[in-house]
């Protein structure tokens, strides 16, 4: 038996809104003393195979993704498979589950960011796991919400910095009592149940300047769209 700790949820910019590339993730995660990180990139796993393509890393790299389902964000660990946006989040957990992935529900009640608890709560039942610690709550209630439903459904509790700058990560720790340091063992542990989580909020300051740039962001891109075409 090894105990790990490990942050399950971290972007690098590989995600169109993470801002550090992957050996500077990876430089901090070892900083901080981690053990494995997950890299859970939106929408991609180019940042996942960054990190598995590096030559000694020095910590072990849970390849994974974010995945915008219909209803909402799913981590889906253990994997560098692109999966399919938009499709039904019961129909990606079945998907990802039956390729042997691991399936977490992140911030399953934060109303402004994809939250597939307000939407799906058959999914929280279907996934392997739920995020009750992460560290872009600064409130909390969200978390606790998260964390009463999981005991409910007898579900395995994960934490995740959800970092998308190398400050954060570290943020969301995981100690899991695993048989072995490798991937799969890891990722069988957590299903087990054999975790402890914990989280330490990241600054208010940050996620609300963060947040404010991608609302800026999305509304620069939705005014291109809709700007006329000059007919040549």
């Known amino acids: 038996m090894v105990l790990i700790t490990c942050d399950l949820h971290i ?11 992957v ?7 070892k900083e901080r003393g981690l053990d494995a990180i997950s890299i859970t990139d939106h929408d991609t ?7 598995l393509a590096l030559k000694n890393p020095g910590i072990l790299i849970i390849p994974g993704i ?11 660990l253990g994997t560098t498979k692109m999966f399919e946006q938009g499709k039904d989040v019961l129909e990606t957990i079945r998907e990802a589950k039956a390729e042997g992935c691991l399936t977490i529900v992140p911030h399953p009640y934060h109303r402004w960011r994809h939250a597939v608890g307000l ?16 560290s872009r709550y600064y409130i909390g209630t969200a978390n606790s919400r998260a964390a009463k439903v999981a005991k409910k459904y007898h579900k395995p509790m994960t934490a995740g910095s959800d970092a998308h700058t190398c400050q954060f990560v570290g943020y969301g720790i995981n100690i899991i009592d695993a048989e072995e340091r490798t991937v799969a063992s890891v990722l069988d ?11 330490k909020k990241t600054p208010i300051r940050t996620y609300t300047s963060q947040s404010f740039h991608n609302v800026v962001r999305k509304v620069r891109r939705q005014t291109s769209r809709m700007k006329p075409r000059r007919v040549r």
């Open 11 to 21: 972007h690098t910019s590989a995600s169109a809104d993470g801002k550090c590339p």
């Open 23 to 29: 050996k500077d993730v990876i430089a901090k995660a």
């Open 45 to 51: 796993t180019e940042g996942a195979k960054q990190a």
């Open 66 to 76: 974010e995945v915008s389902t219909k209803q909402g964000h799913l981590l889906v």
């Open 119 to 134: 939407h799906s709560p058959d999914a929280l039942q279907e996934a392997d796991a739920i995020e009750v610690f992460n």
């Open 189 to 199: 542990a957590i299903r087990k149940g054999k975790i402890e989580s914990r989280c």
